[in-house]
């Protein structure tokens, strides 16, 4: 079921026109990823939907809601570069977010207990936040977003900014909160988008170009490749391969090179006869199928 129905968005700054019609829903208790390059109307797509920016046309309406009622109850948010009060321990601030958020005192304590659990910080709860680490603060901040139990939770680029292991922890967590909410979270890390979404919403240029599961992106784009990584330059021993009817195209980038093929079937064995017959200096050898990064390469032309 549909929790969000977005119809024509569109905003202008100005007399510039950054977000050009946009039409879409959101699944109840899915996950959704928006991707797009820097400066595609992530932000600002985000910011209409949490009601900080009014649309300059279209409308969003929320399943079962009606135009009088506030929807901040229902939606949480965490920007792009979240702002704290430093002096406050993470209880503090949680319990002060709580409040702000309509929570009684009992409750803004009780939740802010469990949130501390949930999000992985609460052997720090009594630290004071300016002595936190990136991650600490953007898992603090996702907590406070999801204080007063949204149905939506959004979140701008919530992993961009952190080191791998800060990264990892908060994808975990995304997938926790799935439990919890429908998220809708911007990124431009395709891989990100990959492992912890339902769905895609690739925005280029203020439209969306495509949308879809990873499954139906691979009905539609299917295309297979084999990738293969050499100890030196592969170009050589690929030549013979450029004429085949059935590939597509070479892509060599270093010492890797990925084949795109129409039949799979017709080129992998003639590949690995080449290799053993040549005595191809090959380190790997793999089949693959597309990922979201082939998708976004041939949605936005490149
Ligand atoms: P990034 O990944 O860099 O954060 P984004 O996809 O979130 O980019 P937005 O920040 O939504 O993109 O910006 C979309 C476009 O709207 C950009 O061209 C930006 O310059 C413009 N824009 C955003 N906010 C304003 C504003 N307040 N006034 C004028 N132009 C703006």
Not at 139 to 159: F, S, W, Y
């Amino acid at each position: 079921m549909a929790l969000i129905h977005v119809e024509n968005l569109e905003k202008s700054f100005k007399d510039i026109k950054v977000i050009k019609g946009l039409n879409f829903e959101l699944e109840a208790g899915k996950c959704v990823a928006l991707i797009g390059a820097n400066g595609a109307g992530k932000t600002t797509t985000l910011k209409m939907l949490s009601g900080l920016l009014k649309p300059s046309h279209g409308s969003i309406c929320f399943e079962g809601v009606k135009k009088r009622d506030d929807i901040r109850k229902l939606i949480g948010y965490l920007p792009q570069h979240p702002v704290f009060y430093d002096w406050m321990t993470a209880s503090e601030f949680l319990e002060y977010a709580g409040k702000l958020s309509g929570l009684s005192t009992m409750e803004a304590k009780q939740r802010s207990y469990e949130l501390l659990e949930l999000v992985g910080i609460s052997d720090a709860r009594n630290k004071r936040i300016s002595k936190y680490s990136g991650g600490m603060k953007q898992r603090l901040g996702i907590a406070q977003a999801v204080i007063h139990r949204p149905k939506l939770i959004m979140l701008d680029e919530p992993v961009s900014a952190l080191d791998p292991f800060g990264r990892r922890e908060v994808l975990e967590l995304l997938e926790k909160l799935k439990d919890e909410a429908t998220v809708l979270f911007s990124t431009h890390i395709l891989n990100d988008a990959e492992e912890v979404c339902e769905s895609i919403i690739f925005l280029h240029k203020g439209q969306i170009i495509e949308s879809g599961t990873m499954n139906e992106f691979r009905e539609k784009y299917q295309q297979s490749k084999i990738d293969l990584v050499f100890q030196e330059s592969p170009e050589v021993y690929l030549n013979a391969l450029t004429d085949h009817p059935e590939v597509i195209s070479i892509q060599v980038e270093g010492y890797k090179a990925s084949i795109l093929v129409n039949d799979l079937n017709a080129v992998k064995g003639l590949v690995l006869n080449m290799a053993v017959q040549g005595d191809w200096p090959l380190y790997k050898y793999e089949i693959s199928s597309i990922t979201l990064e082939d998708v976004f390469m041939k949605v936005v032309g490149k």
